[in-house]
């Protein structure tokens, strides 16, 4: 995620003058199986990506065009959580074409969705509007991270939540990580230093309460509709796709 908002913050900052985008995009984050087992603790390296194995981590991603309708980034998730909600058990829920623009190319049909993520270009320090006018460069930009992840094996979720700042290059590109769960096994393998806090602290503060909750809101519709635990969707009724899957299997001898 902080990757994924330093490349709005440079998409933002490049199109600021020409067909702008919004301070805001979306992040659906899948698990994607890599085929490698995971290591085990015993034989853990001090990169935490060499031994978190099993899979990887892919997005199916909106940004949306700079306007009035994309300025209030709660209302936004809530108008996504109202449109998932009325088409909770359509028929031929595709994701690709109904709720993001563009998925990642790793991003397979055996990937399952893990979460949601949002990328601000808003900080505590300013808003977008105003360090879009006033930063050098993109890498001047500074924005936020904040992460719904479902980090149970049950059907039942376990959800962790984690925010984060990411300074521009003036301010030596420092990062602020808070989780409400542990981000490995030893805080020695964590990928950033960060701070273990409670979900009562994160919801507590104003700078992130509402747009946390009006996460979990989205979270909770995707979780409920029928179509959705793979990122491509059912095809749609009467399509080849469609077909294909619901031909019926030939008798074995």
């Known amino acids: 995620m902080l990757t994924f908002n330093a490349r709005h913050a440079e998409l933002a900052w490049q199109r600021r003058r020409r067909d702008p985008i919004a301070g805001y ?7 994607v199986p890599t085929g490698r ?4 603790r015993d034989t853990m390296m001090l990169n935490g990506d060499d031994w978190v194995g099993g899979v990887e981590v892919a997005a199916a991603s909106r940004v949306w065009l700079a306007g009035p309708e994309s300025a209030d980034l709660p209302d936004m998730l809530y ?3 109202c449109q998932v909600t009325d088409q909770r058990d359509t028929d031929g829920w595709v994701l690709r074409e109904q709720l993001t623009t563009s998925l990642d190319d790793t991003l397979s049909e055996d990937a399952f969705w893990v979460g949601v993520g949002v990328s601000s270009l808003d900080t505590a320090t300013g808003t977008w509007a105003q360090t879009g006018d006033q930063a050098l460069s993109h890498a001047h930009v500074p924005g936020t991270i904040r992460l719904l992840l479902n980090v149970g094996a049950t059907p039942i979720p376990d959800l962790a939540l984690l925010v984060g700042e990411r300074r521009g290059i003036g301010e030596y590109n420092a990062r602020t990580i808070h989780s409400s769960h542990r981000m490995s096994s030893f805080d020695i393998n964590a990928p950033y230093p960060y701070a273990l806090v409670g979900v009562e602290q994160l919801l507590a503060n104003p700078w992130h309460e509402t747009v946390l909750r009006r996460m979990h809101g989205l979270f909770g ?12 969707g059912r095809p749609p009724k009467g399509s080849l796709w469609r077909g294909a899957l619901e031909q019926p299997k030939g008798r074995q001898s």
């Open 79 to 81: 108008r996504l959580e």
């Open 37 to 40: 087992p995971a290591r085990s």
């Open 221 to 232: 519709a995707l979780h409920t509709s029928r179509h959705f635990a793979r990122p491509l």
């Open 25 to 31: 995009a979306l992040a659906l984050l899948f698990a």
